[in-house]
């Protein structure tokens, strides 16, 4: 998946421009920011939490990022706002959720004209950024505020994690840099790269190979068609454990790359923008389209000088990292950014409660035969409406077909003919429901999780757990614990209103926007 870093690393033109060498003779012209702390924020995509070391996971091979988590705060229970990639990490970057920065679906553009970036570069920073993903690059924004974002597109992390030394060796060494890295690595399809220790697994490597030559329709393996996905599921969580441990070397790589340029201490911020599915509510080897702990939970960890060492089950959200840093690096109030987030510092220097609760959404559902989904698709393909039994669906041209899932689980047979009713029925549920805003909503607590689910008739149920007791979220606790389901309800109604405020169109996307979906299965 790297001919294009090869590419780069040839010689051809990169797909941003690349930054101009900084003299190294030149001191750092703010001279504010001599003897600030380097900041590196280092973004692993499509990384389950519970996938790692030092969560627990006996597989895990993750020597890095097990001891940065160990001298370090380590949040065991932290959740991304949109378990998709440009969403999530706009949040990251600019501290707001998506509604507010205006990315809700992979490949937006965000709408602020402020990150973390804008700030720390008024303030001395060299502001560098590499990444391995076309939806998480300029594109999309995420460059704004920083002198450079560079896109290595399916750049494997040791290549990339090179790249970005070679970015900083172009910093006079009195110059205290941000780095953002977002290694792409453990995404579907997983195939970790040859000559690295990694198991055989032949079927699912066989599934994963035709994929990524586009001779298997992803839909079909994220949806278990066949059972497909079940007979692999094995191999692939230890592909994907490979991949995480080789991503997990790259991060050995670039550390002690940093340490040998003299950049011994600096503050680290370790996340991803969402995690996986693995089988969880009927879905593998993709993310987005829910918002349960497989993808809205992510690793955390902020480590640096003078932050002690723990491990925490508190709530803590991607939208908390700039309001984090920017008191870690005690930026003056008035330079601070508006933020949906809280500053977590305040827990371990000055006992603080810090947040209480997770508000999240989930993406839509992209590919249109997952039919677990109310709404499916997307607007300009063929995309469906799935009630109970029927599902209609309509060609990017507008021809509506429509289809009875309990005879004809393919959608091959078209009935609208003789079920004109059901189909005038979902055609009218449709007015509701626009496709690509048909979402769940949760709001998750340090120990209940409350998810909104869109129904056909308008409006959402909702179902509570305890994901302390039962992490894999499979008993709906309502009935016996009506005090926190009104409590979180009321939380996510208020939440869903400032949401259903924000809903517009979606958004047009560039050709190379929507090329870079189809690479990464978000588009067939
Ligand atoms: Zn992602």
């Known amino acids: 998946m790297s001919w294009l870093f090869l590419l780069l690393a040839c010689g051809g033109k990169p797909a941003t421009s690349p930054p101009q060498p900084a003299p190294h003779a030149q001191a750092c012209p703010d001279g504010r920011s001599v003897g600030q702390p380097d900041v590196v924020l280092l973004t692993i995509d499509t990384l389950r939490a519970d996938r790692l070391g030092y969560a627990g996971h006996s597989e895990a091979k993750t020597p890095h990022l097990d001891g940065l988590a160990g001298r370090g705060q380590a949040y065991l229970q932290a959740t991304t706002p949109l378990p998709r990639t440009t969403p999530a990490l706009a949040s990251l970057l600019t501290g707001l959720q998506p509604h507010h920065h205006g990315a809700r679906e992979v490949g937006d553009r965000i709408t602020v004209d402020r990150t973390l970036a804008t700030t720390l570069s008024e303030r001395g920073w060299r502001t560098l950024g590499v990444s391995a993903m076309k939806v998480a690059g300029p594109d999309q924004g995420l460059d704004t505020g920083f002198q450079s974002v560079e896109v290595h597109h399916d750049a494997r992390a040791q290549d990339l994690a090179n790249h970005a030394l070679t970015r900083i060796d172009e910093v006079p060494p009195t110059c205290p840099v941000m780095l953002w890295i977002h290694f792409a690595d453990p995404h579907f399809p997983y195939l970790p790269p040859t000559g690295f220790s990694q198991p055989e697994a032949p079927r699912c490597r066989r599934l994963a190979e035709r994929a990524a030559a586009g001779k298997l329709r992803r839909v079909k393996l994220f949806s278990d068609q066949g059972g497909m996905a079940?007979?692999?599921?094995?191999?692939?969580?230890?592909?994907?454990?490979?991949?995480?441990?080789?991503?997990?070397?790259?991060?050995?790589?670039?550390?002690?790359?940093?340490?040998?340029?003299?950049?011994?201490?600096?503050?680290?911020?370790?996340?991803?923008?969402?995690?996986?599915?693995?089988g969880e509510w009927g879905l593998f080897f993709e993310h987005g389209p829910n918002v349960h702990d497989a993808s809205l939970r992510v690793p955390l960890v902020i480590a640096g000088p003078s932050i002690p060492a723990a491990r925490s089950e508190a709530v803590a959200r991607l939208?908390?990292?700039?309001?984090?840093?920017?008191?870690?690096?005690?930026?003056?109030?008035?330079?601070?950014?508006?933020?949906?987030?809280?500053?977590?510092?305040?827990?371990?220097?000055?006992?603080?409660?810090?947040?209480?609760?997770?508000?999240?959404?989930?993406?839509?559902?992209?590919?249109?035969?997952?039919?677990?989904?109310?709404?499916?698709g997307r607007k300009r393909r063929m995309h469906c409406?799935?009630?109970?039994?029927?599902?209609?669906?309509?060609?990017?041209?507008?021809?509506?077909?429509?289809?009875?899932?309990?005879?004809?689980?393919?959608?091959?047979?078209?009935?609208?003919?003789?079920h004109p009713a059901e189909a005038a029925r979902l055609a009218?549920?449709?007015?509701?429901?626009?496709?690509?805003?048909?979402?769940?909503?949760?709001?998750?607590?340090?120990?209940?999780?409350?998810?909104?689910?869109?129904?056909?008739?308008?409006?959402?149920?909702?179902?509570?757990?305890?994901?302390?007791?039962?992490?894999?979220?499979?008993?709906?606790i309502t009935l016996t614990h009506p005090e926190e389901a009104q409590r979180l309800g009321s939380a996510l109604n208020t939440y869903g209103a400032s949401l259903d405020g924000e809903q517009g169109e979606v958004k047009e996307r560039s050709k190379a926007t929507e090329e870079a979906m189809r690479s990464l299965g978000y588009l067939e």
């Not at 991803?272 to 693995?278: L, T």
């Not at 041209?397 to 309990?406: N, V």
């Not at 409350?450 to 909702?462: K, M």
Request: glycine residues 8%; proline residues 5%.
């Open 230 to 278: 079940t007979k692999a599921l094995s191999e692939c969580q230890d592909l994907y454990d490979a991949e995480i441990a080789y991503t997990d070397t790259a991060v050995g790589t670039l550390l002690q790359g940093l340490a040998a340029r003299g950049r011994k201490d600096p503050i680290v911020v370790f996340t991803a923008d969402h995690g996986e599915n693995m």
């Open 319 to 376: 939208e908390d990292v700039v309001p984090t840093l920017e008191s870690l690096l005690q930026i003056p109030s008035n330079e601070r950014l508006p933020s949906d987030g809280e500053d977590l510092s305040g827990r371990w220097l000055r006992s603080e409660a810090g947040p209480q609760l997770a508000l999240a959404e989930s993406g839509s559902a992209l590919h249109a035969r997952l039919t677990d989904y109310l709404v499916t």
């Open 385 to 418: 409406i799935n009630g109970p039994r029927f599902s209609l669906c309509r060609t990017a041209k507008g021809k509506e077909s429509l289809y009875d899932r309990t005879t004809d689980p393919q959608l091959r047979i078209d009935i609208r003919g003789t």
């Open 428 to 476: 009218k549920a449709w007015l509701r429901w626009p496709v690509e805003r048909t979402r769940q909503r949760v709001a998750r607590s340090s120990r209940f999780t409350l998810v909104g689910i869109p129904q056909l008739e308008g409006g959402y149920t909702t179902r509570l757990y305890d994901h302390q007791a039962d992490p894999g979220l499979r008993v709906d």
